[in-house]
């Protein structure tokens, strides 16, 4: 499975710490993740959203990228899905944040620019999952975030969009061989 990494400098580590670094990996399950300069809450409004979701929609499909569940909140979202080309990642999301941050900018009372950085130049996180367990536990805290940072107790999220059932879409990963076996992560060494 090759693996072509991209960041923002060619200096591996910046203040001792690690540069981070997108990975373009075909055929790989992938967890995306993005907020909102500031924690500012741009999506705060219905209109906001349906933005949101119709250029999620638009690009997921034109790249390829099919999406197991998503949940956007008032300033962030996440997704978990499955990207065939690697090399789709990056246009995809240039595409989706440039159209979403200006759209949604465009109904705000003050611009939000830059609209997506929170600090730097990392307008997104990405990561390809390692394992099943690793999906399970990603899916399952996508599908919680409405009802943590809501406090609806029991109460469907409305901008939760399960796309594909949890097992199943671990079922097809796992016959796909799209999990990224073998490359350490860290968060899972501790």
Partial sequence: MPIRKSSISRDKY??????????????????????????????????????????????????????WITTLMHNHYHTVGYLKKG??????MRLLHGS???????????????FWYDSGKQGYFDGCLRDEIQADRTYRYIRRQGIRH???????????RINIDK?????????????????PYKRYEK
């Fill in 14 to 67: 910046y203040q001792n710490h690690h540069r981070f670094e997108h990975w373009y990996v075909d055929n790989c399950v992938y967890f995306i993740t993005s907020r909102c300069r500031n924690k500012f809450p741009a999506f705060e409004s219905e209109a906001a959203k349906q933005i949101f979701w119709k250029k999620f929609e638009q690009y997921t499909s034109e790249f390829d990228f099919v999406p």
């Fill in 87 to 92: 090399e789709n990642l990056r246009e995809m």
């Fill in 150 to 160: 809501l406090g609806a107790k029991g109460i469907h999220y409305p901008h939760t």
């Fill in 100 to 114: 979403v941050s200006k759209l949604v900018n465009d109904t705000l009372a003050q611009r939000l620019r830059p």
């Fill in 167 to 183: 097992d199943r879409a671990i079922r097809r990963a796992l016959g796909l061989n799209a999990f990224l076996r073998g490359v």
